[in-house]
């Protein structure tokens, strides 16, 4: 029998919907790698996991085929009798729970449709969307006096985005920006039926969407994978998922992006100064974010195909359920000086065009499962940042920063609301 390094830690559950859990997990995760690079945790659903904290493990882990993203049989997979369970067992299809080869060829045809190309194409539509949105920012906060800027700039942003990722024409955008919400939003906070019938809405959306983009192909990144027809290209059921996959995928995570770095440069206004006199700095506050407020808090699970010695004596016995805790790792003491404090300058060039000093944070994942989107997201934080900061000159926090309520869960990590005057 392997021996876990430290059997009995942390004493008590973990439960990842407690709200001050969500808002600042940071100490949690400090005192568990203090116990070793990786640790067995009780959860309050009663199960264990294996957390991993530490950033070489962490990359070890990621790209290590001895652990798996296939779920484990049953696991997770909702049964398939109603429409709205149907769309979703059709998500669990997508390429994140694919190991090598299935994995490989749907990635590779994924990368070729995010050519940096293609990519960089979109810069001046997320320069318009912005500015659309910026502008009704300006209207809210004249007849209101506040706003919201996670309702009103980052989470409509990355939804409009994916929007032209996907092709999905201009008259169907507020549609599918109503879906998503409330597919993201917490069953009980609408009314009943309603996240279900928007699961429904997308499921036959996408489908739709698919045999129009076979009929008649866009200059879309979508309808490049459509029509890729390398090793024998994408199946139906294959791109349903993975029109999911991109939008879950890609707005959630940028949305915590933007709604992070807005928050943590509007409590920093030395670093937000700093980078209006030089917006050369825009890319090295977006890094430091990533590192700090990591949006993906953990990856998706993996689990041990065998027993994994991770070093230090630390070893994962076969059939464990295991997290990379990528917020843990981009916190490594070991890797990052002062690792709690934001700031920019250790990703920033210096006065000799001398590149970062820090590590390369693991906001994106690591290995096989690095994330296809990492350099649309930088772009439109890129674009949409310092647009944001330009446009209202006076932007100040309504409200105390610490209070702020934060998405609960392992997986993903941000500002549920992060109110503005101007
Ligand atoms: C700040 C924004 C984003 C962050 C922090 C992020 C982070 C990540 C991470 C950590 C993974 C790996 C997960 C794992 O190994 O379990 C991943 C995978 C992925 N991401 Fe992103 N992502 C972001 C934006 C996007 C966008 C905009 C898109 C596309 C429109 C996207 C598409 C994907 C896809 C398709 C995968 C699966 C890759 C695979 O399985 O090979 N992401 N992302």
Redesign the pocket.
């Known amino acids: 029998m392997p021996t876990p390094r430290h059997p009995d830690a942390p004493p008590t559950a973990l439960d990842p919907a407690d709200p001050a859990f969500a808002r600042d997990p940071y100490p949690y995760y400090a005192r568990l790698r203090e116990q070793g690079p990786a640790a067995r945790v009780p959860l309050a659903n009663g199960t264990h996991a294996w957390f991993v904290t530490g950033y070489e493990q962490t990359r070890a882990v ?1 790209a290590d085929p001895r652990f798996s ?1 296939v779920p484990p049989r049953g696991a997770g997979r909702p049964k398939s009798d109603s429409p709205a369970q149907r769309a979703r067992a059709c998500l669990a299809r ?5 190991d090598a080869p299935d ?1 490989t060829r ?2 590779r045809l ?1 990368t070729a449709a ?1 050519a940096p190309r293609r990519v960089d194409t979109l810069r001046a539509r997320i320069e318009e969307l912005t500015d659309g949105l910026l502008r009704d920012v300006a209207e809210r906060l004249a007849r209101e006096g506040s706003a919201d800027l996670v309702d009103a700039f980052a989470f409509p942003l ?1 939804v409009l ?2 929007g032209e ?1 996907l092709g999905v024409p201009e008259a169907d955008r507020a549609a599918l920006r109503d879906w998503t919400y409330r597919v993201g939003s917490p069953a009980d906070a609408l009314r009943p039926g309603a996240v279900d019938e928007a699961w429904t809405s997308l499921y036959a959306y996408f489908g739709e969407l698919i045999a129009h983009k076979r009929r008649a192909p866009g200059p879309d ?1 979508f309808s490049a994978l459509t029509h890729d027809a390398t090793e024998g290209g994408l199946d139906d059921g294959e791109l349903l998922a ?1 029109a999911f ?3 879950f ?3 959630e ?2 949305m ?2 933007l709604a992070s770095a807005s928050l943590l440069l509007l409590t920093h206004p030395a670093e937000l100064a700093a980078a209006r006199r030089d917006p050369g700095r825009w890319p090295a506050v977006v890094e430091e974010t ?1 590192r700090h407020a ?3 808090e ?5 689990h041990a195909t065998q027993d994994v010695d991770l070093g230090d004596g630390t070893r994962i016995p076969a059939g464990s359920s295991v997290l ?1 805790v ?1 917020a843990a790792a981009n916190r490594d003491p070991r890797h990052f000086p002062e690792p709690d404090a934001f700031r920019p300058g250790r990703y920033a060039h210096d006065a000799t065009g001398r590149g970062p000093r820090a590590a390369p944070h ?13 350099r ?3 772009l ?2 890129a674009v949409a940042l310092p647009r944001l900061f330009a446009a209202f000159p006076g932007l100040r926090l309504t409200a105390d920063a610490a209070e702020l309520p934060y998405r609960p869960g392992l997986l993903v990590r941000g500002p549920r609301s992060v109110p503005v005057a101007a």
């Open positions: 990621l993203n997508h390429m994140l729970n694919t994995h749907l990635r994924t995010f990355p985005v994916i990722v990144l993975m996959l991109l939008l995928a890609g707005y995570t940028t915590n992006l990533l990591s949006p993906l953990g990856t998706t699970w993996r990379a990528l693991v906001a994106f994942g690591h290995g096989p499962h690095f994330c296809v989107g990492s649309l997201a930088r439109e934080a």
